[in-house]
């Protein structure tokens, strides 16, 4: 099981999973700050919480940051699935107005030759 650290009060003060790092500097932890903010059901700061959990896998906070990818990969998932869905619909719009299209030039053909058939 991943360990995520809990914010804890001491002697009146703030602390990120047990360090003696207070709230004013979460960049000190920041893959405890994106933790408290993911437990705290926070979406808009899940992106932050993901930049810092990227931040925190490569300082030696390692294990914090393995306890929120799993948030990360499925916000990833969620936006990635987003992306999909949006692509296919803009698909879709840009192949209806090319069939609207071709039938507007069928239909300015056929005028057209009307024309010439009545004029002939």
Request: proline share 11%; aromatic share 22%.
């Given at each position: 099981m991943l360990f995520v650290p809990a914010i804890e009060s001491w002697g009146g003060?703030?602390?990120?999973?047990g360090t003696r790092w207070?709230?004013?500097?979460p960049a000190a932890n920041p893959a405890a700050a994106a933790a408290a903010f993911l437990r705290n059901g926070r979406r808009r700061t899940l992106a932050a919480a993901c930049v810092a959990a990227a931040t925190a896998a490569q300082s030696v906070c390692l294990p914090n940051a393995l306890a929120v990818t799993p948030a990360c990969a499925a916000a990833d998932l969620r936006a990635q699935a987003y992306t999909r869905r949006r692509r296919r619909r803009e698909e879709e719009e840009e192949e209806e107005e090319e069939e609207e299209e071709e039938e507007e030039e069928e239909e300015e053909e056929e005028e057209e030759e009307e024309e010439e058939e009545d004029t002939n």
């Open positions: 003060r703030r602390y990120y999973g207070p709230t004013a500097t």
